[in-house]
C-alpha cells in the first residue's frame, strides 16, 4: 500500500493499470508455477520410477533447452511481424501436450519412446512462448519503466516456481515414503502433472482471451534485441538493428 503514495515508488501501480502489463504477469505466473512444478518432479521421478541416477536425470531435460535455443529466436523475431497473440496463447497447448505424455512414465518406460518426445514437444512450446511473452511485457510498459518491467516479470516467474515447488507435492500427497518406491511415487505424480498441464492451458486460454497484438515490438531502445527467457531469465540470442 505504501507505494501508492509515496512520491517516489519503487513499483508504481499504474503500471498494474495497463490489461496487457498485468494480463501478461498472469499467464507468466502460469506457465513458469507449470514449469518449476514439473521439473522438480519428473527429476525425482526419472530416479525412483526409471533408476537413473541423478546426472542422468537432469541430463534427460537437455532437450527442452536444444528446442528453445533453435526455435525461441525465430518465434520470437516472427511474433514480432504478426504479434504475440496467437504465440503466447497456443505455445503453452503445445506444451501441455507434451506434459500430458508423461503422465504414461512406468518403470518399463524406456527415456527414448517416453521421456524425449514429451521434453521434445514441452520445449517446442516453450519456444514458440517465451521470446513473445518477455517481448510483450516490456511492451506493455512505458519505455522509462522498461528495467521495472523487466524485474517484475522476473520476481511474478521465480515465485512462480517456487510457490509449485513447495505446494505441489502438498496437493498431490507426496510424502516422505513416496519417494523410496515406484508404485507410492506414480499416481501422486501423475496428479501433479494434470495439474501442471491444467495451468499450461489455463495460461494459453488467458493469453488468447486478453493479450492484444498492438503491441508487437517493444517500444525501447533494444527493440531489436530478441531474448529467451527460462525462468525468468533472459539470454541474448541477436541483435537485429532497428
Known sequence: MAERVVANPMLPMSMFASRQFSATNAVTFLLYGAMGGMLLLLVVALQTVSGFSPLLAGTALVPVTVMMLAFA???GALSGRVGPRLFIGFGPL????GLARLTFLSPD?????????AMAVFGLGAAIFVAPLTSTVLAAAPASHAGLASGVNNAVARAA????????????GLSGDAYQS???????FRTAIW???????AAGVLALGTVRNDHAQPKHDAVGCRSLGLAGDQVALGWDPP
Do not use: E
Request: glycine letters at 10%; one cysteine or more.
Open 73 to 75: 529466436g525465430r518465434f
Open 94 to 97: 503445445v506444451s501441455a501436450l
Open 109 to 117: 518406460s524406456g527415456y527414448w519412446t517416453a521421456v524425449l518426445p
Open 161 to 172: 516456481g517456487l510457490i509449485a515447488v513447495a505446494a505441489l507435492p502438498t496437493i498431490v
Open 182 to 188: 515406484a508404485a507410492d511415487y506414480l499416481p501422486p
Open 195 to 201: 495439474i501442471c498441464v491444467g495451468l499450461q492451458v
